[in-house]
């Protein structure tokens, strides 16, 4: 039978392994905007070999399941001669396979915007910069706020993997406490309230953003 | 005679293969309004474009008061910095009115007197109430676009371009956009302006406009300039075979 009070200690010890959850999302999310954006300013470039490569990050990480490239990275490094924390590794790895998507995701926002909007602001003689910095981004921005919301939503949920590399996020720590405590119902229900709890949270903060950024 | 405005000689343009402008030579004068007219996609655009060089041309010359736009010399491009200095005192209007949507009615106006007349802000929203003003718009400052309708928003759009003070202001279709009873408006901002003295290029399918404001008409076929006169010749009486049929066209389109 599902026990109540069990049900309710479950959370105790989830919520410390919830922090890793959250802080691996966190700076993931935020190492792949900082890259992503890169990336996409590579793809919009003028120059072909940085268009190039811009291509192939993107294809590449997004072909290569995220599993697949925790493992590859954290075994990787080991081998020529880089010794990190589990916790780095797996940082790196979800920062840049979200940098992939989070590229794709400014792309799509530059390129929903009417081409006369930058024409005109050229056509007044702005300079490149302030085109992009007062005319396209604040707007491509806004466009793509729920696409990045959603994108950290995922992100939480795809941060389960990489309890692969032996750390102890919600997902793994939610194994070990039903494998200790014999009640998996209870500890994986509690498991499923936290992250909905963060996630429903992430969403309302997305639909706060959007609102306060809406013309 | 009095030097031209704009001074267009032997224009080439290519899209690839595709042959845009072919030898074209037009001069436009000061202080007068010139009307390019002719059937679509016969390159009336992208001659308007090329001379504040959004478009570039690939042979031939365009000057502005004198000075030569888009290239040093013949084949080498000017840096980017003198051709904005250049673009400074071209004003364009576009036909999707191309105002940007997250600046208010006021924000549209000042954003280039501050970017790019390095105005300071207070000064910058004074200078673009008064271009407001002008347009009629002095209600509808704190506006964004999306809360104007067409006419309102085209006449912001005018608005900004005559705040930064240009000496040529050049219009693609600025009417073509709008709904028909809201034409009329901005034709009245425009035929204003034309009275001002300012130097106006105007793309348009409105024949009456061109009939009564302008002091010249040229005539654009598959990117050729057939011809340039006073409205009466090239509207009531053409000579080129061309223009007749445009014309003829025209008037069975808009007769009912
Ligand atoms: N960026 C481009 N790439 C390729 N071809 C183009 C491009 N822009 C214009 N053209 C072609 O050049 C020709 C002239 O185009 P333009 O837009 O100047 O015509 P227009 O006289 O302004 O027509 P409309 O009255 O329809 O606006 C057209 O045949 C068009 O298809
Ligand atoms: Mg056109």
């Given at each position: 039978?599902?026990?109540?009070?069990?049900?309710?200690?479950?959370?105790?010890?989830?919520?410390?392994?919830?922090?890793?959850?959250?802080?691996?999302?966190?700076?993931?999310?935020?190492?792949?905007?900082?890259?992503?954006?890169?990336?996409?300013?590579?793809?919009?470039?003028?120059?072909?070999?940085?268009?190039?490569?811009?291509?192939?990050?993107?294809?590449?990480?997004?072909?290569?399941?995220?599993?697949?490239?925790?493992?590859?990275?954290?075994?990787?490094?080991?081998?020529?001669?880089?010794?990190?924390?589990?916790?780095?590794?797996?940082?790196?790895?979800?920062?840049?396979?979200?940098?992939?998507?989070?590229?794709?995701?400014?792309?799509?926002?530059?390129?929903?915007?009417?081409?006369?909007?930058?024409?005109?602001?050229?056509?007044?003689?702005?300079?490149?910069?302030?085109?992009?910095?007062?005319?396209?981004?604040?707007?491509?921005?806004?466009?793509?706020?729920?696409?990045?919301?959603?994108?950290?939503?995922?992100?939480?949920?795809?941060?389960?993997?990489?309890?692969?590399?032996?750390?102890?996020?919600?997902?793994?720590?939610?194994?070990?406490?039903?494998?200790?405590?014999?009640?998996?119902?209870?500890?994986?229900?509690?498991?499923?309230?936290?992250?909905?709890?963060?996630?429903?949270?992430?969403?309302?903060?997305?639909?706060?953003?959007?609102?306060?950024?809406?013309? | 005679?009095?030097?031209?405005?704009?001074?267009i000689r032997k224009v080439n343009k290519y899209?690839?293969?595709?042959h845009a402008l072919k030898d074209v030579d037009?001069?436009?004068?000061?202080?007068?309004?010139?009307?390019?007219?002719?059937?679509?996609?016969?390159?009336?655009?992208?001659?308007?474009?090329c001379?504040?060089?959004?478009?570039e041309y690939d042979s031939g010359e365009i000057?502005?008061?004198?000075?030569l736009?888009g290239y040093?010399a013949p084949g080498r491009k000017?840096?980017?910095?003198?051709?904005?200095?250049?673009?400074?005192?071209?004003?364009?209007?576009?036909?999707?009115?191309?105002?940007?949507?997250?600046?208010?009615?006021?924000?549209?106006?000042?954003?280039?007197?501050?970017?790019?007349?390095?105005?300071?802000?207070?000064?910058?929203?004074?200078?673009?109430?008064?271009?407001?003003?002008?347009?009629?718009?002095?209600?509808?400052?704190?506006?964004?676009?999306?809360?104007?309708?067409?006419?309102?928003?085209?006449?912001?759009?005018?608005?900004?371009?005559?705040?930064?003070?240009?000496?040529?202001?050049?219009?693609?279709?600025?009417?073509?956009?709008?709904?028909?009873?809201?034409?009329?408006?901005?034709?009245?901002?425009?035929?204003?302006?034309?009275?001002?003295?300012?130097?106006?290029?105007?793309?348009?399918?409105?024949?009456?406009?061109?009939?009564?404001?302008?002091?010249?008409?040229?005539?654009?076929?598959?990117g050729?300039?057939?011809?340039?006169?006073?409205?009466?010749?090239?509207?009531?009486?053409?000579?080129?075979?061309?223009?007749?049929?445009?014309?003829?066209?025209?008037?069975?389109?808009?007769?009912?």
């Amino acid at each position: 039978m599902f026990s109540i009070p069990v049900f309710l200690q479950s959370f105790e010890p989830l919520f410390w392994a919830a922090r890793y959850t959250l802080l691996i999302s966190g700076l993931g999310i935020a190492l792949g905007l900082v890259i992503g954006t890169l990336v996409c300013a590579a793809r919009l470039s003028p120059y072909p070999v940085l268009r190039g490569f811009g291509g192939i990050w993107v294809s590449f990480l997004r072909g290569v399941p995220l599993l697949v490239q925790l493992l590859v990275f954290y075994y990787t490094l080991p081998v020529i001669g880089i010794d990190v924390p589990a916790i780095f590794a797996a940082v790196v790895t979800v920062g840049i396979c979200a940098s992939a998507y989070i590229s794709e995701i400014w792309r799509g926002a530059i390129a929903a915007l009417p081409r006369g909007q930058a024409e005109a602001a050229v056509a007044i003689g702005m300079t490149p910069r302030d085109v992009w910095m007062r005319v396209i981004l604040p707007q491509a921005f806004t466009l793509s706020l729920p696409a990045l919301v959603n994108e950290l939503i995922l992100l939480v949920k795809a941060s389960s993997l990489v309890s692969v590399v032996g750390i102890l996020e919600l997902t793994r720590a939610s194994q070990a406490q039903a494998a200790t405590t014999f009640r998996p119902l209870e500890v994986y229900i509690a498991a499923a309230c936290i992250y909905l709890a963060i996630n429903l949270c992430l969403a309302a903060l997305g639909r706060y953003l959007e609102h306060r950024t809406a013309v | 005679m009095q030097a031209s405005a704009v001074d267009i000689r032997k224009v080439n343009k290519y899209y690839g293969p595709f042959h845009a402008l072919k030898d074209v030579d037009l001069a436009i004068p000061p202080g007068k309004v010139t009307c390019l007219i002719g059937p679509s996609g016969s390159g009336k655009s992208t001659l308007l474009r090329c001379i504040n060089f959004l478009e570039e041309y690939d042979s031939g010359e365009i000057r502005i008061d004198g000075q030569l736009i888009g290239y040093e010399a013949p084949g080498r491009k000017m840096s980017g910095r003198k051709l904005r200095e250049m673009r400074r005192s071209i004003g364009m209007v576009f036909q999707q009115f191309n105002l940007w949507p997250h600046m208010t009615a006021l924000g549209n106006v000042a954003e280039g007197l501050v970017r790019v007349r390095g105005l300071s802000k207070a000064e910058a929203q004074a200078r673009a109430a008064e271009a407001l003003a002008k347009v009629g718009l002095a209600d509808k400052m704190g506006n964004h676009p999306a809360r104007l309708s067409g006419g309102q928003q085209q006449r912001v759009a005018i608005a900004r371009a005559i705040a930064m003070e240009p000496r040529l202001m050049l219009f693609d279709e600025p009417t073509s956009a709008l709904d028909p009873e809201l034409v009329g408006e901005v034709l009245n901002v425009m035929k204003t302006l034309a009275g001002e003295g300012m130097t106006m290029v105007v793309v348009t399918h409105e024949m009456g406009f061109a009939a009564h404001v302008a002091d010249q008409v040229a005539f654009m076929e598959k990117g050729e300039l057939v011809g340039v006169d006073s409205p009466g010749r090239i509207l009531h009486h053409p000579e080129d075979p061309r223009i007749q049929g445009f014309l003829r066209t025209y008037h069975e389109r808009n007769s009912f």
